[in-house]
């Protein structure tokens, strides 16, 4: 009952948990044993099928498989519904973040909270790259905002919008005309010496994958919120700057700046640090719509 990388023991009982769990239809029970068919090259190593074996009689070669009290040894029950919530509802986009450097080792951790996101596919192809020093993220910030004065001057001039508007960009503009005011703000703040566009952050984490996974952009996002909702265990906060992200999707200088993989494409971008100001107090937000049939 052996194959290329799943082998079977005899421990099997035949429970059927792998058939069930599988999500490329590999395992077969027969006579009370389960055994992979001709799906298994299938096989996207999820590791499911592991993991639910009461008897540990499925033998992954290809993955190293660890009990949950092995990596958490304290472990005992789950966070209930409402330390969940509690975690969700704590979790604030910080505006203002203290000069005090987070550590390589917390940015580790950090990491890892994104690791262990779901994928499509589970392609697992998300990747980080940090920029952990204020001095680089000022002269981004620099080159940001050339980028915003440029689309400025060029939102105002009725030239450019009636060819943007020929080549079907007007949604694009419009949508651009509306956070016309924040961009002027963020310039003028800038200029003096308040950073409204980083916060202040010392640290940047660019998430970034290949355009043709089958989930990029998902994978990227999911990746990037649990990491948000982690880093308030270790005391850390963190904010999407989706302005990054625009920038790098519309100025050549801020992508070379940047300088990701070529084939990449960068779908979200997290500010962390410590945050300044202590929050107090939790905000409702309003009932979303929605319907049950
Ligand atoms: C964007 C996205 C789409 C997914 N679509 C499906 C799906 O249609 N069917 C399914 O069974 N799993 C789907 N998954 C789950 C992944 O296959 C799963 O996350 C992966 O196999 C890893 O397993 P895990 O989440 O239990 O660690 C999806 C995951 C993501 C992030
Ligand atoms: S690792 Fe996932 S896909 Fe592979 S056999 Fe196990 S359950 Fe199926
Ligand atoms: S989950 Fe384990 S014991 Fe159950 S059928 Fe599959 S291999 Fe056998």
């Known amino acids: 009952m052996s194959d290329d990388f ?7 009982i035949g429970c059927g948990n792998c058939a069930d769990v599988c999500p490329r239809y590999i395992f077969e029970v027969v006579e009370k044993k ?5 799906n298994l090259f299938r096989c996207h190593d999820c590791g499911h099928c592991v993991s639910v074996c009461p008897e540990e009689a499925i033998v992954h070669h290809r993955l190293i498989v660890k009990s949950l009290e ?24 910080i505006r203002c973040f203290s000069n005090k450097q987070v550590s390589e080792e917390q940015i580790k951790q950090l990491i890892d909270l994104g690791r262990y996101a779901p994928t ?6 998300v990747c980080y790259t940090i920029i ?25 001039n ?22 016309l005011y924040r961009l002027d703000s963020h310039i ?8 409204k566009v980083l916060h202040y952050s010392s640290t940047l984490i660019l998430i970034h994958t290949h355009k043709d996974t089958s989930a990029p952009k998902e994978d990227c996002n999911i990746a990037a919120q649990n990491i948000a909702l982690g880093a308030p265990t270790l005391g850390i906060g963190a904010t999407f700057i989706g302005y990054v992200q625009k920038s790098w999707e519309n100025s050549r200088i801020v992508k070379d700046l940047l300088d990701l993989p070529k084939d990449h494409h960068l779908y979200a971008c997290l500010a962390i640090g410590y945050p300044k100001n202590k929050y107090r ?6 009932e979303p719509s929605v319907v049950l049939k």
């Open 281 to 286: 107090r939790l905000i409702p937000r309003p």
């Open 158 to 179: 009725p030239f450019w919008n009636l060819i943007a508007y020929a080549a079907g960009k007007g949604g694009t503009v419009k949508r651009a005309k509306k956070s």
């Open 34 to 38: 389960a055994r992979p068919n001709a």
């Open 70 to 93: 092995e990596d958490f040894p304290k472990k005992g029950k789950t966070l209930s519904y409402e330390e969940v919530l509690e975690t969700i509802r704590q979790r604030r986009s």
């Open 132 to 156: 952990n020093d204020r001095e680089k993220l000022e002269h981004l910030i620099d080159t940001m905002i050339s980028f915003f004065k440029k689309l400025i001057n060029q939102l105002k």
């Open 6 to 12: 799943i082998t079977i023991t005899d421990d099997c």
């Open 120 to 125: 499509g596919h589970n392609d697992r192809a």
């Open 188 to 195: 003028e703040h800038w200029e003096k010496g308040i950073d």
